[in-house]
């Protein structure tokens, strides 16, 4: 990637992160563009060059993420196994990012229950849809590739991506839903585990 992508990429994420960051302090209706425009230190005309509206630019990080971890799936070792793979690739995903650095959570509680908040928020269902459509098509094209399966004919590099998907999803809800006793890490490992498993009964 080329200094000038670079900074477009840096640009977004901050962008996003702004988003998700007010959104989680003051709710979706009290944050504007122009508060998280601001917040990134870029202009209004800056986050509209990027995104359509604070939806989208709240599930950008969601997309982001889910494609970066399709590209690390393709660099993983090509003899380890595929869910082992799968799930060290998510749980690199969680290491905190250096806008995380700039604006560390002080407060927990009220930042999970923002959290809550943020992804049940109705106006955000659309776009979260969007995103994970495009992530997990994303996601398919690198089993594939991993797998020596044919994306068009197929049915494996799908159902594995939707498999990721949906564990993400359930742990993330059930991180959100919890008392804080569990780690992001420790319900990812354990979705993906069960997975690889077979889903045998409990």
Do not use: C
């Not at 702004?18 to 870029?42: K, S």
């Not at 399709?70 to 793979?85: N, T, V």
């Not at 290491?95 to 995380?100: M, V």
């Amino acid at each position: 990637m080329g200094l000038r992508e670079r900074k477009k990429a840096e640009t977004r994420s901050a962008l996003s992160w702004a988003a998700i960051r007010l959104t989680v302090e003051r709710g979706f209706d009290n944050v504007r563009v122009e508060d998280i425009a601001a917040a990134a230190g870029v202009s209004p005309r800056t986050f509209n060059n990027y995104f359509s509206s604070k939806g989208e630019a709240i599930a950008s990080r969601h997309l982001n993420r889910l494609q970066r971890a399709a590209d690390e799936l393709l660099a993983r070792p090509a003899g380890e196994p595929l869910w082992e793979s799968i799930t060290q690739v998510a749980l690199s995903q969680l290491e905190p990012g250096p806008e995380l650095a700039l604006h560390p959570v002080t407060d927990r509680g009220a930042w999970v229950a923002g959290l809550r908040t943020m992804v049940a928020e109705p106006a955000l269902q659309g776009e979260w849809l969007r995103a994970g459509a495009r992530a997990e098509a994303v996601f398919a094209a690198a089993v594939a590739q991993r797998t020596g399966t044919d994306l068009e004919t197929d049915l494996y590099p799908h159902l594995v991506a939707a498999a990721v998907a949906a564990a993400n999803n359930v742990a993330q809800n059930h991180y959100l839903r919890g008392d804080g006793t569990a780690s992001m890490e420790a319900l990812l490992t354990e979705a993906f585990a069960r997975i690889a498993a077979g889903l045998p009964p409990p």
